[in-house]
C-alpha cells in the first residue's frame, strides 16, 4: 500500500519523508499497534536505535514477561557456548 502526502502538507509539517515515517512509527508503537522491530524497520531503523529513538520521547517501551523469559533463555544460551 502506497500513501501520498501532498507536497503542500509535508513543507506545512515542516518535516522531511524520513522524519514523517519516524513519526508515524512513534505513534503506532506507542498505540500498541506495531513492535518494537516493526516500528523500526517501518521507519529505517534497527530495533536498537528505535529503542533509542523511543528514550529520547521518553516513550516507555513495552516489555513482557514473555520478552523477559525470551531474552533470560538468549542470555542462557550465549553464556553456554
Known amino acids: 500500500m ?3 502526502i501532498p507536497d503542500d502538507i509535508m513543507e ?3 518535516l522531511s519523508p524520513e522524519e514523517l515515517k519516524l513519526e508515524i512509527a512513534v505513534v503506532l508503537f506507542r498505540r500498541g499497534g506495531l513492535t518494537l522491530a ?4 517501518f521507519c ?3 530495533r536498537v536505535q528505535f529503542q533509542k529513538e ?3 520521547r521518553q516513550v ?3 516489555y513482557s514477561v514473555d520478552d523477559f523469559e525470551s531474552d533470560l533463555a538468549t542470555l542462557k544460551e550465549i553464556d553456554e557456548r
Open 38 to 41: 516493526q516500528a523500526g524497520r
Open 60 to 62: 516507555p517501551v513495552h
Open 2 to 4: 502506497s500513501v501520498v
Open 12 to 14: 506545512a509539517a515542516r
Open 54 to 56: 523511543l528514550a529520547v
Open 44 to 46: 529505517g531503523l534497527s
